[in-house]
């Protein structure tokens, strides 16, 4: 069964920036697209960002412009960097594949970021 170990959430204040980890128990995992999602309180888990293969990325429009998702294949890790964040960020951040393959979740991470 897969591991996937999400880490680097915190508290932050409006406008700063924090950087999350995913590290997943997969091999390969070169070959796997991968995505970032979030689940705030109330609300549906949402993706917010992917990376195919060859390091093709795209995102949500709520975060276009502020998050950059990136990976390291040696490393079985794919990050999120996210800056001038807002308080509407506020939530638990999962990594998964894009299409959800593993049918599991991580614990996740949570960010919180105060106004």
């Known amino acids: 069964q897969v591991q996937l170990v999400e880490s680097g959430g915190g508290l932050v204040q409006a406008g700063g920036s924090l950087r999350l980890s995913c590290v997943a128990s997969v091999r390969p995992f070169s070959i796997i697209n991968m995505g970032w999602y979030r689940q705030a309180p109330g609300k549906q888990r949402e993706l917010v960002a992917g990376?195919?293969?060859?390091?093709?990325?795209n995102y949500a429009d709520s975060v276009k412009g502020r998050f950059t998702i990136s990976r390291d294949n040696a490393k079985n890790t794919v990050y999120l960097q996210m800056n001038s964040l807002k308080p509407e960020d506020t939530a638990v951040y999962y990594c998964?594949?894009?299409?959800?393959?593993?049918?599991?979740w991580g614990q996740g991470t949570q960010v919180t970021v105060s106004s």
């Open positions: 998964n594949a894009l299409d959800l393959r593993w049918g599991s």
């Open positions: 990376i195919g293969l060859g390091g093709i990325t």
